[in-house]
């Protein structure tokens, strides 16, 4: 990987995990995306026609076009920064460890649930 695309792709990381980055679900499953000026970003996790699953980035410039393609299976070394920012992405867009942590915060309560009013 270049090392530009590098520091690109941990510097999302690091932004991501700091909750200062808006990541968007893409119209593909398990794939997210985050929109700047003059360019988009994406990270997907796929399946290859083997069954094999890969992470997958790219850089699309302000016409839509691919101009950086990334991709490394689980089991290379290389996924691991590709994964991070994969993990990143979705749990900016699922908030799933915003979610978690509200659960945990009102377990920690006396009563927990809500009960719902009746139309």
């Keep these: 990987m270049d090392e530009t695309v590098k520091t690109i792709v941990e510097s999302l990381t690091k932004k991501t995990k ?7 679900e893409s119209s593909t499953k398990s794939e997210y995306k985050i929109l ?7 990270i997907g996790l ?3 026609t083997m069954g094999k699953s890969y992470y ?3 850089i699309l410039n302000d016409e839509g076009r691919v101009i950086i393609r990334e991709s490394a299976f689980l089991t290379q070394s290389s996924s691991e920064l590709l ?4 993990l990143a992405a979705q749990d900016s867009c699922l908030k799933k460890k915003d979610t978690l942590d ?3 915060s009102q ?3 006396d009563v927990v ?7």
């Excluded at 700047?36 to 994406?42: E, Q």
């Design 107 to 109: 377990l920690n309560g």
């Design 83 to 86: 994964k991070a920012l994969h």
């Design 56 to 58: 997958l980035l790219r």
């Design 46 to 48: 796929f399946k290859d």
């Design 18 to 24: 700091e909750k200062k980055a808006k990541w968007l």
């Design 102 to 104: 509200s659960i945990l």
């Design 36 to 42: 700047f000026n003059s360019a988009t970003v994406l």
């Design 113 to 119: 649930g809500i009960s719902k009013k009746e139309e």
